[in-house]
């Protein structure tokens, strides 16, 4: 699934159509149902921006497409006059630019889903202070690691970036949140959206079961974590606090 830094990268390259009246089409069918291209078509794309996991275009008239792309989707900008092949979800369609989202199992209208979400982790500066109020707010039993995956507390956090700030923090996935100081998480939350901002380097942990680890040498592991069971990875090691499932 892409994650908060994908989507601030894929806002930057929508932005090439703000400000610019916008002609919508629907080819796949499952989208042309939803009647999301008859509400924006000849409207003027005013603002494109990124909040956690969302992309959120704005329309002259306060109207809003939230887009979500799950595992699979994926929004690409092209010229004008480039042939648009398939069907995909939506096409915007400029005077030089357009834009093609594929794949892409949530478009739908307004803002309400996001209204629940917490702090973006890339905001700059990171607002912390808040993302640590909203952590200590949840059930202090929560696993670290399945905490940071909840949008509702930290907005913008997936399951690689949560491997890679935990790893680089020294922190353990399965420790329980009352476990962790505050100023632990801070640091946790600062180092994660550092990472995300200079997501260009290679996973240390992340997808890296049976290596080993690059701090210390131990075997890196990997075992699936909370309700949802997303694999995570880590170093027994190195990682301060308790293995997986408590162990």
């Not at 000849?42 to 992309?55: D, F, I, S, T």
């Not at 369609?93 to 889903?113: I, K, S």
């Not at 890339?122 to 200590?136: D, I, S, Y």
């Not at 949560?162 to 399965?174: I, M, R, T």
Request: hydrophobic share 40%; proline share 6%.
């Amino acid at each position: 699934m892409p994650e908060g830094d994908a989507l601030h990268r894929a806002a930057e390259r929508l932005r090439a159509l703000e400000g610019e009246v916008v002609t919508a089409t629907s080819p796949n069918p499952r989208a042309a149902v939803l009647g999301i291209a008859e509400q924006i078509d000849g409207k003027r794309l005013e603002r494109v921006e990124a909040r956690g996991k969302n992309l959120l275009l704005s329309f002259e008239g306060g109207l809003v497409v939230r887009s979500h792309l799950r595992m699979n989707g994926r929004w690409h900008v092209q010229p004008a006059t480039r042939e648009v092949l398939g069907r995909p979800w939506l096409v915007l369609r400029t005077e030089h630019w357009q834009a093609v989202q594929r794949n892409g199992p949530v478009l739908e209208v307004g803002t309400r889903r996001v209204a629940r979400l917490g702090p973006d982790i890339m905001l700059e500066p990171p607002a912390t202070g808040a993302m640590v109020e909203r952590l200590r707010r949840a059930d202090q039993s929560r696993e670290l690691g399945e905490a940071l995956l909840d949008q509702t507390l930290v907005a913008g956090i997936g399951n690689k970036w949560k491997a890679e700030a935990l790893f680089e923090a020294g922190l353990s996935p399965w420790s329980r949140l009352r476990d962790v100081p505050d100023a632990h998480l801070e640091r946790l939350l600062t180092m994660a959206s550092a990472l995300m901002r200079g997501s260009r380097r290679r996973n240390r942990v992340y997808r890296r079961a049976g290596r080993p680890c690059p701090r210390c040498g131990a075997t890196i592991r990997s075992y699936p974590q909370g309700e949802h069971a997303r694999m995570t990875y880590w170093c027994p090691a190195c990682q301060a606090g308790t293995g997986a499932s408590g162990s």
